[in-house]
């Protein structure tokens, strides 16, 4: 058996335990631990001793209890160290894929109307990924796709009557094949009314009038990427002629929230930064013009998997950088715990990570074919390339494609063998973790040229960052109980975004 | 306060929840299954005892130490060295309690189908409208005036029940009336149940209008059948001796090895009645009966409805099997949660004494009529949400399934028409007022820990 427990603390000097098994938080301290370890077979420390000392036997035995109490209610506090995956047949695979699929997405096409600097397609920094090109989606692929997926969830359909699946449009820039768009929207409103929840990410410079008509007429929400004020925005976001797209993007906006306030209040925004990003001045901007502009759902650090992006920062960058997120963090945690709303912007990255300890799973929240890590089954999210080729999500490098629409659909072989690569190379060690239940590693984050492994100093990142947010997220709590509720509120609209736009 | 620690703090265990009442309030040690009663100063005193300041020195002495340190040795709390925040445990994550796309799809158990008013029987209490329902209204029969019957729905039976194989569930419950005067209805129904074998079936019926012989027909249609027989009040000893054609039916049905179950609708009954008859059957038959309960009392104020009460005006509370059943109590109308009924004009209900109207199938659809939100409303109307019920730190061990109904209906809030553990708001200080299984205590800084 493996302790599966990590101790932290808070700012105030609480002392905590989270229990990976149980995905709870306890206030813990060094008596508890050495009645733990005791259970466990490990004899106390001297200083556990002598705080054991100080308590009076009805103490020590009420924590007994307790702590006997959860390893034999709950199994808490450790585990197994022999890691317990289900392996599915390749019908059985499909039946999970099937019933638990929600989103379907669309590349519209591969060619965009910007260049941005940091572009996992465009910018060459990233050597797995395809290069731009003009292919795009026809209307045919588009309908063989969708009625694919439509006529293998049937079944899960059936099971619930109350099911909106969702539809994503990708691309490139998906507003360059807005006609598409159009279609498809038609299609579906005719052949499967009120089925799909249609949403599309887009870099919002090409949002003339006409198109979004279009987009209102048939409720596309859109995510628009929006980096800050001109400056920032304008260093990573150009176009093919090198010239910033902030000013176009800002007037876009402001005339369809003019024309249709009711649809722009839908709206979201989602934010890149690097290392070279002002973060405070960006978060100021956010705050600023929380008038003018959607609200933030996303904001994301440029991506290092698998990439050379990163090799053009100084240590000067990455010091400043360092800085400016303690701060902004600081700031929202001051600001959540005098109960205030922080801004979009602030909650979406200093909170960001902290959703996942308060929508850390539980006990029941047990998973069986990749129990730990934050991975997904291939298949639940797939994303249709222009060709028909199915990846396991947007954010794949490619490389890994598990399928094509128009060559039988999901390729179960495949993905059974990437199932089992992902057990057999990123698994092994996971049940003895502390923190599996708050590691969001995935296949697109474990992807490599070489195929699915374990990233170098992951663990020990996600060990770190599951302490920091831990002890971040208890010690708001412990300052002001009351804010509980609109954390998990807030957290959970996140969520609800994240299930349907690129994150 | 034990002399040894200096520990200024005190919190909950985190599987502890102090759940307030009008007045006192109820500690559900969830993971223990206990529930203690708590006055309204042992309460207070516990909820300063778990603010931010240090526990203050008057506390460390006397009564209130002696309390404190009767949570402690009953495992409820501790002492902490800082004010710690305490995380309520959970099983699950609150994201499985959110809507959203990836949200998983209802969970569907029980579906009940009433197939028809017909009925042999003239029982005065008998529910035929909405007016009078009956406690455990789901194990009874329940005729309904004035429905018109849409024949489209028992045109293709078969596809009915595909559907709700489709939908998950694993029970489908035949209603009326009497279901076996429908003979030929009944046995389109069965045969189409046959091609779903996972499904299991009761047919809820009084056993009388067709011979014992048909009846005992219905086991080899090659279904998992269980017939739910209904019987009505007697003297306790015509349950022993009785040689009616009910008990024929069920000597046969005991002699057959066939499964069945029985359901006993009583009125006003006194505890020492239902002991009575419970012992008696199971002498008999080997099995306990489940009562329905029918209670007439007088008006009061106006209000048209006293009924649904037993034993004196009270029920029995129920302990929770393990902290799954208390979330899901808690978050849930438990006993109607993950079912529905199809009445005979398409109807949809959360359950068979269930007023309002969830949805009306079309053209033999149920998946259409299962879009409406208001069957799922029903089934998450915890009673945290019912007025008078939120006020009551019982609510989380009560079961019972008609006091949120009532007011509900006709005022449009939801409020419940009476409590059915007689004025539990004041839990403590009516504690030998109720019934329950030894699970609840009554924990008090005056008295410490008591039976209740």
Redesign the interface.
Known sequence: MNRVTLRFSSEQGGEYLYDDVTGCILPWGPVEDAVLNQELGVPPTDPEREWIGKLSANEINAKTSFIRLWRTHYQAFARDEKIDCLTLTPEQLAQSVWANSAVLLLFLTEDCNLNCSYCCYSSGAYPLHRKPSHRAMTFEQAIKAIDWYVANKIAALERDPLKQLGLSFYGGEPLLNIGLIEQIMEYLEKRYPGLFFAVATSNGVLLSDKIADILVKHNVILAISLDGPEEEHDRLRVDHQGRGTHKRLIANLARLKNRYPDYWAKMLCVSVFDPKSDLIKIAKYFEDNEELLPRCAFVNQVTSQNSTYYQSFTEEDYTRFRVQLRSLRNSFKAVSTAGKEPSSYCQALAGGSIILAVLRSRLNDRKTVLPYTGCCLPGYRMAVNVDGRLDICERVSGQNPIGNVNQGGLDLVKIGRLVAEYQRNVLPQCSACPVSKLCSLCFSTAETSKGVERRSGWCEGTLATAARDLSDYISILEANGNVKAMFERNSLERRRAATMFQA | M??????PYF?L??DCFLVSGKKGSVLYDV??KKAFLLDQESSEFLRLCEGPQPLKDEWRKGRLHHFL?LM????LG??????????N????????H?G???AP??NYQVAAWHITNQCDHQCAFCPTDFSNPLWQACLSCVRRHNVTEDPALFSDPVAVIE?AS???IWGLHIRGGNPLLEWDRLMAILRGVARFPHLKTTITTPGTGISLEQTLSLYEVGVALNLNIVLFEHDPDVFETGDGFQFKLLDALEKKNAAFDIAVVIANPPLVYKDSVSRKIFNRWGRRPRFVEFHTLPEENGTPFHFARTEDGRKRLCKWAN??EFFHRANNRACLHGGFEVGLDGTLRACAGCHHSCGKIANSRL??A??E?HL?DLWKLSKEKVVQCMDCGLRFACTDCLAADLLGATNKRVAAGYCPIMDAGDCFNNAKSFQHDGFVQRLSIEKGLEDA
């Open positions: 034990n002399e040894k620690t200096s520990l919190r265990r985190s993971t223990r340190d402690i040795r009953e495992g501790f002492y902490y060295p800082h004010p710690v925040y305490v995380d445990f959970l099983l699950e994550s609150p994201i499985n959110f959203g796309m990836a799809p209802p559907q489709h939908l998950g902290a799954t998946r259409n299962l879009k939100e799922y």
